[in-house]
């Protein structure tokens, strides 16, 4: 077997493939405002971060079988299988001796199924070797799995496919399934290097965008004189043949600028009190969501205060909201939560995880997400007897949602803003905004030159009031926008009142 030489540069090209010069190219694909890239000038107007709605069930699954031991973390994956009409969610729960030749401290990855995402059945056809002889969900023996069901590929053994971190044997490796229960390591080397400590986390997605997968392995990274848990991205176009990792998440001055904040908000929940010096902010893993225009990541952002009473760190974390349009270079804006923590106590009080991607399910996106009440060095991670696991503190599995493209808004006072796009071309022949007003709020669109003077023919547009996900916008009651395809064009929107989500050109 060769050896694997791997190198941390940063990239230079675009993951995606493509290069975009002036006028920038939106084709036909839902622009956002999770990034700035198309904003050219912002007057009198707020960017808002909209958090994710948790559902009022939640958590939807929990530790509640005699192998599941104390807690379900999702670090996994969910999807729904329009063939079968189920959704599909692999998750982890700690092995804790129930299982024939897996260690205690090891995680499997069990497997549950519902018809609408919100009851989840747990179906005995786990095929790893429990102790007692009993049946039970656990399918195989990796903590990271990151599955995605491909129905093109032309071998049926390979419908399902898997990145994850296993034990046995170690490393980042993927695999390979046909029904997404039985499983096959695929990878004879581990697609990525372990690192020293080892790296213990990725997750990776089928990217619609770029048409290749995309896999998120953590890495230990030294950031300003301390070495700290980032994140690499590689792709593959055939899921066997790698790019080599580059670092493209990493802690910044602002990420450590706002570490006390999230600390003081979980106090009474820490182990250990604060040791200045160590006080920082880590990277722990990361979730994404390809949207038409770019992909969502979900940092899970680990606020440290001080080491663990039984070693590694202690700290709350947080999910977080970053864009790309390369899956090199990654905008956050936003330092905030996208999916609001509980109060102190409750299930998702201490520390957050997320599936490997979110995805559309009509017109809301769901994002699955790991909640628990306790932080990263409560001593129940680390000691069995008098720590209070499973009748103090679990882990549990819960989702948050948006409705469609509603992760940022940019919102106009009642007496007015304005946005102003780059120069522009596009395709399609009408044009779509998702946005609301208030009680006496509207919003007008101009078609301007790439100088910013109006076009002829083009009046301002008729003002949009209301709440829509998809509204087509009128020039003089007419929304064909045909005569200007694959010229450059900008766009000024004038909100009173209102907010504005996004908007496309559709054919």
């Known amino acids: 077997m060769g050896i694997r030489i791997f190198s941390f540069t940063l990239l230079l090209l675009s993951a995606e493939g493509y290069a975009q010069l002036s006028p920038f190219d939106v084709g036909n694909q839902t622009q956002l405002f999770?990034?700035?890239?198309?904003?050219?000038?912002?007057?009198?107007?707020?960017?808002?971060?909209?958090?994710?709605?948790?559902?009022?069930?939640?958590?939807?699954?929990?530790?509640?079988?005699?192998?599941?031991?104390?807690?379900?973390?999702?670090?996994?994956?969910?999807?729904?299988?329009?063939?079968?009409?189920?959704?599909?969610?692999w998750y982890a729960v700690p092995a804790l001796g129930y299982f024939d030749q897996i260690e205690d401290y090891e995680y499997v990855t069990c497997?549950?199924?519902?018809?609408?995402?919100?009851?989840?059945?747990?179906?005995?056809?786990?095929?790893?070797?429990?102790?007692?002889?009993?049946?039970?969900?656990?399918?195989?023996?990796?903590?990271?799995?990151?599955?995605?069901?491909?129905?093109?590929d032309p071998d049926p053994a390979r419908r399902y496919k898997m990145i994850g971190w296993s034990r046995d044997p170690r490393g980042f490796h993927t695999l390979v399934s046909p029904d997404g229960l039985k499983w096959t390591v695929e990878s004879e080397t581990p697609i990525a290097p372990l690192g020293r400590p080892y790296s213990d986390v990725i997750t990776g997605f089928w990217s619609e965008r770029s048409q290749q997968y995309v896999a998120f392995p953590k890495l230990r990274h030294t950031v300003r004189e301390i070495e700290r848990r980032c994140f690499t991205m590689m792709t593959s176009p055939d899921f066997k043949n790698w790019t080599e990792p580059q670092l493209v998440f990493a802690p910044d001055l602002r990420d450590d600028g706002g570490s006390l904040t999230r600390i003081e908000q979980v106090r009474p929940m820490l182990d250990v009190s604060d040791e200045p010096k160590l006080m920082r902010t880590e990277i722990y893993g990361i979730g994404a969501y390809p949207a038409e225009s770019c992909t969502i990541a979900f940092p899970w952002m680990f606020s440290i205060n001080n080491n663990a009473r039984y070693g590694n760190q202690e700290g709350p974390c947080e999910l977080q909201l970053a864009a790309s349009r390369d899956l090199v270079h990654w905008e956050r804006h936003f330092r905030t939560p996208c999916v609001p923590r509980g109060k102190l106590g409750e299930w998702d009080s201490g520390f957050f995880t997320t599936a490997a991607r979110a995805f559309r399910f009509g017109d809301e996106i769901r994002l699955?997400?790991?909640?628990?009440?306790?932080?990263?060095?409560?001593?129940?991670?680390?000691?069995?007897?008098?720590?209070?696991?499973?009748?103090?503190?679990?882990?549990?599995?819960?989702?948050?949602?948006?409705?469609?493209?509603?992760?940022?808004?940019?919102?106009?006072?009642?007496?007015?803003?304005?946005?102003?796009?780059?120069?522009?071309?596009?395709?399609?022949?009408?044009?779509?905004?998702?946005?609301?007003?208030?009680?006496?709020?509207?919003?007008?669109?101009?078609?301007?030159?790439?100088?910013?003077?109006?076009?002829?023919?083009?009046?301002?547009?008729?003002?949009?009031?209301?709440?829509?996900?998809?509204?087509?916008?009128?020039?003089?009651?007419?929304?064909?926008?045909?005569?200007?395809?694959?010229?450059?064009?900008?766009?000024?929107?004038t909100l009173n009142n209102a907010s504005l989500y996004s908007f496309a050109f559709r054919d």
């Open 111 to 152: 497997y549950a199924t519902s018809p609408d995402g919100i009851q989840w059945d747990k179906p005995l056809l786990g095929g790893l070797e429990a102790k007692n002889g009993k049946p039970h969900n656990a399918v195989v023996r990796v903590e990271q799995a990151s599955v995605i069901k491909d129905s093109k």
């Open 34 to 89: 999770v990034d700035r890239v198309l904003l050219r000038e912002a007057t009198g107007v707020a960017f808002t971060l909209h958090p994710a709605r948790k559902h009022p069930a939640n958590p939807l699954v929990k530790a509640d079988k005699p192998w599941e031991g104390w807690r379900a973390l999702v670090y996994g994956s969910v999807l729904f299988d329009k063939e079968a009409g189920l959704f599909k969610m």
């Open 368 to 493: 699955y997400y790991g909640g628990s009440n306790y932080t990263h060095g409560t001593p129940c991670l680390y000691r069995a007897e008098g720590t209070g696991r499973l009748t103090k503190y679990t882990g549990s599995i819960g989702l948050a949602t948006w409705k469609l493209d509603r992760f940022v808004s940019v919102d106009g006072p009642a007496e007015g803003g304005t946005l102003v796009t780059n120069p522009i071309r596009f395709g399609g022949k009408r044009l779509e905004i998702n946005a609301a007003t208030k009680r006496g709020g509207r919003i007008v669109l101009e078609l301007l030159d790439p100088a910013g003077l109006p076009l002829d023919g083009f009046q301002p547009s008729d003002p949009f009031t209301g709440d829509a996900l998809r509204h087509t916008v009128k020039f003089g009651s007419h929304p064909d926008v045909s005569s200007l395809r694959n010229k450059p064009i900008t766009l000024r929107f």
